[in-house]
């Protein structure tokens, strides 16, 4: 490896990057039809504010580039017969998104649609290798292990949904007790509100403490910066999944499958 790519990664590694890096971040914000709504919108709101201060491009994308709905056929929404919906304007579709250094993936009842939501697997999957960072929340999880960025890695997901998600990566580690889990440059969260807490542990990552502690008192917002802070876990009686195989909350834990993806600093 170059050099310079060490010592920047070093320095991101130790949050010495100010909020003045003449860096200019392309974000992009995966958004299909039944995302769940505070899983992208609560990132954004941060990244909002931060934008104010440093340079962030931001691309959101939906499948077609069609206006992105929360509500779905899925029978959550239509049992009840309501009509409660926002929709979303998208500004690129799959086919003509820009090229990205950071991608979130939201999670949501949209993407148990098997049919409905594969093009938004391919899309993670092609767009993974080129990314600094991929950040996902809740269910977004189970997106990015269908598309194979979780294999040999640590991860999390919703703990309601946990068990389903862990299927869908049958070689990851999946943490049953965890707000996030970082490996590599994967950083997956725990369900919908934890998704508030990654995006400000990567924003303390990248433009240091004093920049996130800012934008969540801003936000009057209690940031839980401890990535093992999971009350959550306790509501439910899951354990580790390994490789597929579902550990005794006790069991020694089989040795996972080697971590080969490395942090990539941003460099362009
Ligand atoms: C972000 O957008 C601004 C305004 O269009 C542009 O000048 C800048 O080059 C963009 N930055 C990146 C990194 O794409
Ligand atoms: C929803 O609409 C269907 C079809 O009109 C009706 O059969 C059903 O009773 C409605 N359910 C509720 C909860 O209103
Ligand atoms: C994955 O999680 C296990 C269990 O906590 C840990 O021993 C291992 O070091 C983690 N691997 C990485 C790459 O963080
Ligand atoms: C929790 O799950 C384990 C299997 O994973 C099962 O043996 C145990 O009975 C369950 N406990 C409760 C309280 O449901």
Known sequence: MRISSVLLGAALASNVLSETSPLGLRLGMLLYPGYQALDAWGP???????????QLNLTIISPDGLPVPIRTSNPAFTRSNSTVDEVVLATHSFANAPPLDVLFVPGGVGNRDVAAIQSSIDFVRATYP??????????GAGIAARAGVLDGRNATTNKRAFYEMANHGPRTWWHSKARWVVDGNVWSS?????GMDVTLAWIQHV?????????????????????SWDPFFGHYNISDVVNGVTMAPSAPTPTPTPNIAKPRPFVR
């Open 44 to 54: 954004l709101d941060f990244l909002n504010i931060l934008s104010f201060r440093t």
């Open 130 to 139: 080129s990314l600094q960072y991929l950040i996902t929340v809740c269910t």
């Open 190 to 194: 725990s369900g919908v509100s934890a």
């Open 207 to 227: 433009w240091g403490a004093t920049t996130a502690e800012d934008l969540a008192v801003g936000a009057e917002y209690d940031w839980h910066r401890d990535p």
